[in-house]
T-cell receptor, first 112, second 115 residues
Framework: DAKTTQPPSMDCAEGRAANLPCNHS???????VYWYRQIHSQGPQYIIH???NNETNEMASLIITEDRKSSTLILPHATLRDTAVYYC?????????????FGKGTTLSVSS | ETGVTQTPRHLVMGMTNKKSLKCEQH?????MYWYKQSAKKPLELMFV???????ENNSVPSRFSPECPNSSHLFLHLHTLQPEDSALYLC??????????????FGPGTRLTVL
C-alpha cells in the first residue's frame, strides 16, 4: 500500500500556481519524498525529490513541513501541458534498485 | 536513441498467441523494471531486475515471463493471456547501488489489448 495520501483531483487556472498537497504522516527518517507525474497514457516522469529541506528545480518546488509529515509540490505557473496525474511517493534512502509504489495520485486539470 | 524505448507501442493479440514486449535503456543504468497499469488503477510492479538478476516478482502469473539478457535490454514474453491482461505495460530503469539516487526513468509504454 502507498504510504501517502493525496486529494483525488484539483483544478488550476492557466498561469496560476498549482499547489498539490501530500500527507505522509508515517514517514521515517531514511525516507525521501518523491514526486512523479503521468500525462495521459504516457510513462511517468520524475519531477523532484527531497528529504527535509525545500527543493527547487526547473520544473517545480517542493516544500516539506518541519515535522516531515506532509509536503506540497508547487508548479509556479501552470500551463495546459501540466494537466496530468501527480504521484507523491516516499521511499527509503537506501532502496535504489527497488520498485516505486504508486498510489492513485492527484489528477490536476489546468484550464484556460 | 536516448532514454528508455519500448516496442511495440501498441499490440493486439488473441488469447492463444505468443508475443514479446521489448524495452531498451540508453542511460547506462543497471536496474530495470516492468510495471502494469490497468484502466482506472494505479501502476503496479511486475518485475525488477538488478544487474541482470531478478530481484522482485510481484506474484505475477506465469503467462508473463520476463527476460533480461543484459543490463540494457528487458523483455516480457506473453503467452495464453486473458482479456483482463489488457493494460499499459511500462518499462523503467534506474541506477541501483547509489544510495539516495532513486530516480526511475520510464518508457512510453506498450498498450496491450487481448481479444
Amino acid at each position: 500500500d502507498a504510504k501517502t495520501t493525496q486529494p483525488p483531483s484539483m483544478d488550476c487556472a492557466e498561469g496560476r500556481a498549482a499547489n498539490l498537497p501530500c500527507n505522509h504522516s508515517t514517514i521515517s527518517g531514511n525516507e525521501y519524498v518523491y514526486w512523479y507525474r503521468q500525462i495521459h497514457s504516457q510513462g511517468p516522469q520524475y519531477i523532484i525529490h527531497g528529504l527535509k529541506n525545500n527543493e527547487t528545480n526547473e520544473m517545480a518546488s517542493l516544500i516539506i513541513t518541519e515535522d516531515r509529515k506532509s509536503s506540497t509540490l508547487i508548479l509556479p505557473h501552470a500551463t495546459l501541458r501540466d494537466t496530468a496525474v501527480y504521484y507523491c511517493i516516499v521511499r527509503d534512502f537506501n532502496q535504489a534498485g527497488t520498485a516505486l509504489i504508486f498510489g492513485k495520485g492527484t489528477t490536476l486539470s489546468v484550464s484556460s | 536513441e536516448t532514454g528508455v524505448t519500448q516496442t511495440p507501442r501498441h499490440l493486439v493479440m488473441g488469447m492463444t498467441n505468443k508475443k514479446s514486449l521489448k524495452c531498451e535503456q540508453h542511460l547506462g543504468h543497471n536496474a530495470m523494471y516492468w510495471y502494469k497499469q490497468s484502466a482506472k488503477k494505479p501502476l503496479e510492479l511486475m518485475f525488477v531486475y538488478n544487474f541482470k538478476e531478478q530481484t522482485e516478482n510481484n506474484s505475477v502469473p506465469s503467462r508473463f515471463s520476463p527476460e533480461c539478457p543484459n543490463s540494457s535490454h528487458l523483455f516480457l514474453h506473453l503467452h495464453t493471456l486473458q482479456p483482463e491482461d489488457s493494460a499499459l505495460y511500462l518499462c523503467a530503469s534506474s541506477q541501483a547501488g547509489l544510495a539516495g539516487v532513486n530516480e526511475q526513468f520510464f518508457g512510453p509504454g506498450t498498450r496491450l489489448t487481448v481479444l
